[in-house]
């Protein structure tokens, strides 16, 4: 039941900054814990930040704190991944998924997400 829409990938150089975009159509994201993943090449997919869209509270993994933050536009039906100091590091597929309790969002556990968005393709290079 999950249509989600990506937007905001693509090229950039090491210390710029991005913003991915996952439109949701068919349901309100507001519902739902939003979380972040990545897949780089030849590792497995991660999770970067998850965020309550109850309390505002959110959970980041090590590589995503300070640089990284999750917002709502609750008109569009989008959440945004604003993502700054950009490193060759964080080059990667990002998606957007969704889960529905606070564990998961809290653990970033694949198995907890129940909707996923289409990857989008981020890569930091000079």
């Known amino acids: 039941r999950c249509s989600c829409r990506r937007s905001g990938g693509g090229l950039v150089q090491p210390g710029g900054s991005l913003r991915l975009s996952c439109a949701a159509s068919g349901f309100t994201l507001d519902y739902y814990y939003i979380a972040w993943f990545r897949q780089a090449p030849g590792k497995e997919r991660e999770g970067v930040l998850c965020s309550s869209s109850s309390d505002g509270s959110a959970y980041y993994a090590d590589s995503a704190k300070g640089r990284f933050t999750i917002s709502r536009d609750n008109a569009k039906n989008t959440v945004y991944l604003q993502m700054n100091s950009l490193k060759p590091e964080d080059t990667g597929v990002y998606y957007c998924?969704?889960?529905?309790?606070?564990?998961?969002?809290?653990?970033?556990?694949?198995?907890?997400?129940?909707?996923w968005g289409k990857g989008t393709q981020v890569t930091v290079s000079s």
């Open positions: 998924a969704t889960t529905g309790g606070t564990y998961y969002c809290r653990t970033l556990l694949l198995g907890g997400m129940n909707y």
